[in-house]
């Protein structure tokens, strides 16, 4: 094997690249270790061009069971399967990264895999992007890097720290937890969860992520000069000039009439790009119409920005600033659900249904990065082709479904109750039913409302918007509150933030453009916090905190604690025990290792369930009274069923009266309902009872009631 390694010391740890012909076949590859963790990235571009209108990148991020040290899957497939949300996630990272950096007219197909082959307490989503950009760096393909990721880390009382480990980041007191990405001292990438972090801190911390981008970067242009080959020559396409003529004489003296309609959305754009690139098809049949499609593109993108830039001039006519107009509604879809939230930001509407359930309705994740890990909140997000009044394909859930779902969970989960409070598992369901931007940051509003109509109790409404931005070639730029479809489509960074009155939990940031300054990013953030404030008070004015009590429809759960060596008798042997309980109450039943139990159900069956354990598990004290039950006579005494369970005790035939009773039976008998008072409980948990502690009177009565009362001796 021939080889070559190249390392530096990141955050007091080696930070390793290897090249080598163990992949010799891909134009570019690269083992990257940092600690115990160990991926390949891989770099592959196609001899020829595909026919289409789009950059054809393709990011795969692929785990692997091995690299865990763990063998997964079901029963019957022990195969990895479709990648994991966490894969995607990760590999969206790095797709976010570099695709701003290629050429958008490259139509040959590039694909980068990244594949983890080992993994210890280092996360390799970072390394993903740091080892991407040494692949294709060093490959012949085209490409504008290097571009490297850092991930910061803060808890509330200490100070940054630099890729810190999953146990770090596993802390209570975490403030942030934040992946940054760039290249000279911009950034172009970012995803941020936040318990509540003020703006001026996450601020800091992207000037110290830019720092260590740097040394990375400067680490990767070593490299890359040292044993990078010499780049495709791939020719851009030429604009032919009969085409440019034509747009100039018919579309141009009527674009900005188009363009800067005022009208909210993409159909007047639409309306006159249909027009043009019916004119071109007929005027010019011979010439490709992506040429055409492509000029009409280039020029409403000038306009958009030029229109911000020099004149503060948008294509709905809205100040810089301003928002489109707010709706909120709590609840009013059908009794049934356990919550909803309607939320309108223009022409962005989301629907968002909340659904309660036990325990056992969690999420259980068993995967390469986790195992056997509960999840007991979940967003997810659907978008129809209906929203963009488009035809399309039903029921599949694409990468980018996942992603906006995940940015929306990272937004709401620093508010949702802990376990001990709220022990209900929680699932959001937002349907974006219009779009027109930032579906995602809609859906952040649409749950808030959703878990306050259905009683939940949050820590504190969370609210989300999107920024965007237009920069031109010399640096000058503009910050837009609240972007839209074409400022979304043809601007330069979308730029999301969520968040409390007090401070920021999620951001998710994209560019079209190599990176954006971090002044630019620090006014974007002031931007966020002043809408974001505005939206909370539409949200608040419709429903001003969670509704006192969960749904009707909702299953009630009950919590109590036993101890940890009753934990096996509740279970009984091979599960009989507690399966009979369920049977018996129709509840579900689950036991923490802790010795915590949830009796979940609806119609009381939580509360009978709940009844019968604690039955089962009472400790019994003497002098303590109840109702109990005769199940057999003996010549010493009565045994008696006491509580709701099968507990037994001996009623003593010295306990059963004040005076002499000389045969059980003129007194018992089984089916009996008495009164008794437990005497004591010996070292074997056997119970002593007593029916004259409990009633000195029974007796008597009950002698009254049979027979004459036999002589005193």
Not at 347 to 369: K, R, W, Y
Not at 416 to 422: D, E, G, L, V, Y
Not at 659 to 682: I, Q
């Amino acid at each position: 094997m021939k080889k070559k390694e190249f390392s530096m010391e990141l955050n007091g740890k080696k930070l390793s690249a290897e090249f080598s012909d163990l992949v010799e076949n891909a134009h570019g590859s690269v083992l990257l270790k940092y600690g115990n963790t160990v991926i390949l990235a891989t770099a592959v571009i196609s001899k020829e061009e595909k026919d289409a209108d789009y950059l054809p990148l393709t990011v795969d991020y692929e785990e692997k069971f091995y690299a865990s040290g763990q063998i997964l899957g079901g029963n019957f497939n022990k195969r990895e399967g479709k990648p994991s949300d966490e894969a995607i996630l990760s590999g969206r990272v790095v797709d976010r990264t570099i695709r701003p950096l290629f050429d958008q007219w490259i139509r040959n197909e590039i694909q980068v895999v990244i594949t983890i082959l080992s993994i210890d307490q280092d996360d390799p989503d970072v390394l993903g992007v740091v080892a991407a950009s040494l692949a294709l760096g060093v490959s012949k393909i085209p490409f504008a890097g290097p571009v490297s990721a850092v991930r910061i880390g803060k808890h509330k009382t200490d100070g940054m720290e630099i890729n810190p480990t999953y146990t770090e980041r596993e802390n209570e007191n975490f403030e942030i937890d934040l992946i940054a990405c760039g290249k000279d001292e911009n950034i172009n990438m970012i995803e941020l969860g936040g318990d509540e972090a003020g703006e001026s801190v996450i601020v800091d911390a992207l000037k110290k992520a830019s720092e260590e981008i740097e040394k990375i970067n400067l680490w990767q242009k070593a490299v890359i000069a040292e044993i990078g080959v010499p780049k495709l020559k791939l020719t851009a396409p030429v604009m032919p000039e009969e085409i440019k003529n034509l747009f100039t004489t018919k579309i141009e003296p009527k674009l900005e009439n188009f363009v800067m309609s005022g009208i909210p959305g993409g159909s007047k754009i639409g309306e006159i790009m249909d027009l043009w690139m019916k004119l071109a098809n007929e005027k010019y049949p011979d010439i490709k119409s992506s040429f055409a499609e492509h000029l009409f593109e280039e020029k409403v993108d000038t306009m958009i920005h030029e229109q911000v830039l020099k004149n503060n001039k948008r294509a709905d006519g809205r100040g810089i600033d301003e928002i489109r107009p707010l709706f909120a509604q709590a609840g009013g879809i059908s009794p049934i659900l356990h919550g909803s939230g309607i939320f309108y930001r223009g022409g962005t509407h989301i629907l968002t249904a909340l659904t309660l359930g036990g325990p056992s309705d969690a999420q259980i994740i068993n995967g390469m990065e986790e195992s056997n890990l509960t999840k007991r909140f979940m967003h997810h997000y659907n978008f129809p082709p209906y929203s963009t009044g488009e035809t399309g394909k039903m029921g599949n859930t694409n990468r980018r479904m996942i992603g906006h779902g995940a940015l929306a969970e990272k937004a709401l989960l620093p508010v949702i109750p802990k376990n001990s409070i709220f022990p209900y598992t929680v699932r959001l369901v937002s349907e974006a039913m219009s779009s027109n931007g930032s579906t995602s940051m809609g859906s952040v509003c649409a749950s808030t409302i959703a878990l306050m109509d259905g009683g939940v109790p949050i820590k504190a409404p969370v609210a989300g918007i999107a920024s965007g931005l237009m920069m031109d070639k010399k640096g000058n730029y503009k910050v837009l509150t609240d972007i839209q479809g074409p400022e979304d489509h043809y601007g330069d960074m979308d730029f999301k933030v969520a968040g409390t009155k007090n401070g920021v939990t999620a951001i998710q940031m994209d560019v079209k453009v190599a990176g954006v300054p971090i002044p630019a990013l620090t006014e974007a953030f002031e931007k966020a916090k002043t809408a974001r404030l505005k939206i909370l008070e539409v949200i608040l004015k419709e429903i001003a905190e969670p509704r006192k009590d969960i749904s009707s429809n909702a299953p009630k759960i009950l919590v109590i604690k036993i101890n940890l060596d009753q934990i096996g008798g509740v279970i009984g042997s091979g599960g009989k025990t507690i399966k009979e309980i369920k049977e018996k109450t129709g509840a579900d039943i689950d036991i923490e290792d802790d010795g915590t139990v949830y009796c979940t159900g609806k119609d009381g069956s939580a509360e009978k369930a709940k009844a019968i354990i604690e039955e089962m598990t009472h400790e019994y004290k003497a002098g303590e009274k109840f109702e109990g039950t005769v199940t057999k006579t003996t010549d010493f005494g009565a045994f008696v069923k006491i509580g709701q369970g099968d507990t037994e005790g001996l009623v003593h035939i010295s306990e059963i009266a004040p005076f002499r009773v000389e045969k059980v039976e003129s007194l018992l008998k089984a089916g009996d309902k008495v009164p008794v008072m437990v005497k004591g409980v010996d070292e074997r948990d056997r119970i002593s009872l007593s029916i004259k502690q409990a009633d000195p009177d029974w007796a008597k009565r009950k002698t009254n009631t049979t027979s004459p009362r036999p002589p005193l001796n």
